[in-house]
């Protein structure tokens, strides 16, 4: 069983960073496949990024692309999303999400890819 917790969540303002951390606790952690998803209120749970278990491979929403980094430190079981440049728009509920399975990157956007689910974290960015 692989349990995460979501930190790095708040309130900033458009156009200014903020960097979400997904920890995992478990000792096959860094086995997984890792993503974020994010759900705006109202609307369906959205892919955002994966990264695989080596950390040397990423792919990216295209509505996140350039802007959103994903990144992965496996020694301390560690998955990142660095956010820049935020809009109103990028307000949510942020999940990291871990996976067994291993597939190509690009077809990793569906949540039910995803085994283990993080609790969340708001992030709000205010206009």
């Known amino acids: 069983q692989v349990q995460m917790v979501e930190s790095g969540g708040g309130l900033v303002q458009a156009g200014g960073p903020l960097r979400l951390s997904c920890t995992g606790f478990?000792?096959?952690?860094?086995?997984?496949?890792m993503g974020w998803f994010r759900q705006a209120p109202g609307k369906d749970c959205e892919f955002v990024a994966v990264?695989?278990?080596?950390?040397?491979?990423?792919y990216y929403a295209a509505s996140v692309k350039g802007q959103f980094t994903i990144s992965r430190d496996n020694a301390k079981n560690t998955v990142i999303l660095q956010m820049n440049s935020l809009k109103p728009e990028d307000t949510a509920v942020y999940y990291c999400?871990?996976?067994?399975?291993?597939?190509?990157?690009?077809?990793?956007?569906?949540?039910?890819?995803?085994?283990?689910w993080g609790q969340g974290t708001q992030v709000t960015v205010s206009s």
């Open positions: 990264i695989n278990r080596s950390g040397d491979s990423t």
């Open positions: 999400a871990a996976a067994k399975r291993m597939l190509p990157l690009a077809i990793m956007f569906p949540g039910a890819h995803y085994d283990y």
């Open positions: 478990g000792p096959t952690s860094s086995t997984y496949t």
